[in-house]
C-alpha cells in the first residue's frame, strides 16, 4: 500500500510538469527596470530607439544621480544617474536642458525611456527624448559609494566609467602648480599610473580653485570625440568641493627600491641582493642610510606581532648600515650577499657593480640587529619585505623612505593597543593616511597599505623586476611600479637588470 501512494504521488507530479510546460517560471514577473550596463551595451554604434522588445521587457530606468550642476562645469543640460544592476557600475548622460540643474547628487530617480532614443551626441552616449515629466523622484541624500578608479584604466575603458562618478586618488600635475595658479582650462592629471584630461570650464566656480600639488579629485568623466572613429575622455569636477588637497609641500624620496632577488637558484644563503636607485647625489659617509629586511615565515623568532617593528631583530628583522660609498643621482646600487653574483654560485660575477654594502650574512650578524641567517627573504607565503630609511638608528618608531613586501601572510600588523606592525611610506603602493577615508594607517596590513608582490615559484632565480618611473623634481611616481618577473639564468648579465624595464627616474 505504501508503495502504491508513493507510485500515485509521482504520477501527479509528473502530470503537474507536464501542465506547466507551456509556462515560462509561472508567477514570476519581468522587473521594469533595465539595468544601465545592458543599455550601454544596446548601442553599436548607430542610434537605438528603446522598445520593451529590447529591453527584454522592462521600460524604465533607475540610477542614482550623480551630476551637480551648481558648480557650472557639467556638459550644459545633463542629467548623470549610474546604477549597479547585474554586472557592475554603469552610468548614462540624459539630456534635460535646465531642468538638468533640478537634482542633486544622491537624488533616486526612476526615468520612463520607452520611445526614447540611444544616441552619441559630441561623443557622449545619452538617452534622448526625455522631459521632466518622464522623471519620478523617489528620494534624497542616498549614499553614493566612492570608485576609486586608476587612471590607465579609465583610459582603456572609457565607456566603463563614462557618466559615473570617479575619485582619481593623488593626481598632481606637471609642471607643478606655481603660486597664484588656478584650475581653470585644460590640465594634464597624472595619479601614478597615467594622464588624464582635466577640463575646467573658465567661467565655473571650479575656475578659481588652486591648482594643488597633490589632492584627490572627484567628477563625472566623459568621451570627447577625438577622431571620427575614437574617443577619450575628459574629467570634469562638479564643485570646488571636488579637490581634496593631500599636499602642499614636495617630499622627494632620496632612495627607492628597484628590484631584488630573494630566491636564486640554488641555495639562498649569502646571495640575495637588493637593487636601489639613488634620486640625488648621496655620499653615504656624510648621509647614512640603512637598509632593513624582514622576514615573517613561521620559524622565524621572535614570534608574533612585531614589537619593535623594523627594529625587532632575531630572525625577524635584519638590517645593513650604508655609511661609506656614493652614488650619483640616477644610478643603481646594490646591498646585500658577499658573493655578489647575479643568480647563485658559478653564476655572472657582478661585484664590480656599485655595491654600498655586502657581507656574508650566514656568517655575520645585521649591522646593529638581525641574527645570522640562511634567508633574508621567505620562501613561502609568508610576507617578507624590505625597507629603506635615512640613518642608522632604527627604533619602533622610525619610518622608512620606501618600502615593499613580497606576500602576506604571518603576524604583521595589530591594532592594539598598542599597534604594532611595519611601518611604511607615502610611496605608489602605499599610504600613511588613507587618501579617501583620511584616516591614519601607519602600517603595512592597516586600511588600504595592503598591496604586495606575489611570491614567486622557489628555486628558480627570479628577479623582481619593478619598472615604474619616479620623478624626483615633483617628489611622486608618474608611473607606479607593478610586479615583472624575469627569469634569471646564470649568464644574466648586470645590463639587463638595468635595462629598459628597470625603473627610472625623470626629471
Not at 509528473?14 to 515560462?24: E, S, T
Not at 570608485?147 to 559615473?164: A, F, G, I, Q
Amino acid at each position: 500500500m505504501k508503495n502504491s501512494i508513493i507510485y500515485s504521488f509521482l504520477l501527479l507530479s509528473l502530470a503537474g510538469l507536464w501542465g506547466c510546460a507551456d509556462d515560462n517560471y509561472p508567477g514570476a514577473r519581468i522587473s521594469p527596470y533595465f539595468s544601465m550596463y545592458d543599455l550601454r551595451n544596446l548601442y553599436k554604434g548607430q542610434d537605438v530607439t528603446l522598445t520593451k522588445e529590447k529591453m527584454f521587457g522592462s521600460d524604465r530606468l533607475t540610477g542614482v544621480v550623480v551630476s551637480d550642476h551648481s558648480g557650472g562645469n557639467m556638459p550644459a543640460g545633463l542629467l548623470c544617474i549610474q546604477d549597479a544592476r547585474r554586472i557592475g557600475l554603469r552610468g548614462i548622460s540624459i539630456p534635460l536642458g535646465s531642468a538638468a540643474g533640478n537634482y542633486v547628487p544622491g537624488d533616486s530617480i526612476i526615468v520612463q525611456v520607452e520611445g526614447a532614443v540611444l544616441k552619441k551626441e559630441n561623443g557622449i552616449l545619452q538617452v534622448t527624448g526625455i522631459s521632466a515629466d518622464d522623471i519620478v523622484k523617489v528620494s534624497s541624500n542616498v549614499p553614493i559609494a566612492v570608485n576609486r578608479v586608476p587612471v590607465d584604466r579609465l583610459m582603456k575603458n572609457p565607456d566603463n566609467y563614462e557618466s559615473t562618478l570617479v575619485a582619481i586618488v593623488k593626481g598632481g600635475f606637471d609642471p607643478l602648480p606655481q603660486e597664484g595658479d588656478k584650475l581653470g582650462g585644460d590640465k594634464t592629471l597624472n595619479d601614478g599610473f597615467g594622464n588624464i584630461n582635466l577640463h575646467t570650464e573658465t567661467t565655473s566656480q571650479v575656475a578659481n580653485v588652486a591648482a594643488p600639488v597633490l589632492a584627490n579629485f572627484y567628477g563625472i568623466p566623459f568621451n570627447k570625440q577625438v577622431r571620427e572613429d575614437s574617443v577619450a575622455p575628459q574629467f570634469h569636477l562638479r564643485t570646488p568641493d571636488d579637490v581634496v588637497v593631500l599636499s602642499a609641500e614636495i617630499t622627494t624620496a632620496p632612495v627607492i627600491i628597484t628590484g631584488m632577488a630573494t630566491d636564486i637558484k640554488g641555495g639562498d644563503g649569502n646571495y640575495e641582493y637588493f637593487q636601489l636607485l639613488a634620486t640625488r647625489d648621496i655620499d653615504f659617509s656624510v648621509t647614512p642610510f640603512s637598509v632593513v629586511t624582514t622576514n615573517n615565515a613561521t620559524n622565524s623568532t621572535p614570534t608574533g606581532y612585531p614589537a619593535a617593528g623594523w627594529a625587532t631583530g632575531g630572525m625577524r628583522t635584519f638590517k645593513f648600515n650604508l655609511t661609506s660609498g656614493t652614488a650619483a643621482k640616477g644610478t643603481y646600487f646594490y646591498v646585500g650577499g658577499a658573493a655578489r653574483r647575479i643568480n647563485g654560485g658559478s653564476s655572472t660575477d657582478i661585484s664590480s657593480s656599485n655595491w654600498i654594502r655586502y657581507f656574508d650574512y650566514t656568517k655575520q650578524d645585521g649591522d646593529g640587529f638581525g641574527n645570522k641567517t640562511g634567508g633574508l627573504m621567505a620562501n613561502s607565503g609568508y610576507a617578507s619585505g624590505v625597507a629603506v630609511f635615512e640613518g642608522t638608528n632604527i627604533t619602533v618608531d622610525s619610518r622608512p623612505v620606501d618600502v615593499l613586501f613580497i606576500s602576506n601572510g604571518g603576524s604583521l600588523w595589530t591594532e592594539g593597543p598598542p599597534q604594532r606592525g611595519y611601518k611604511i611610506a607615502n610611496t605608489d603602493w602605499y599610504d600613511i593616511v588613507n587618501p579617501l577615508t583620511l584616516l591614519e594607517q601607519p602600517y603595512y596590513m592597516a586600511g588600504s597599505n595592503i598591496l604586495f608582490l606575489s611570491y614567486n615559484t622557489a628555486d628558480l632565480g627570479y628577479w623582481y623586476m619593478l619598472g615604474g618611473e619616479y620623478n624626483a623634481r615633483l617628489g611622486r611616481w608618474m608611473k607606479a611600479r607593478s610586479q615583472n618577473n624575469f627569469l634569471m639564468t646564470k649568464q644574466t648579465a648586470i645590463e639587463e637588470l638595468e635595462g629598459e624595464l628597470a625603473t627610472k627616474l625623470s626629471e
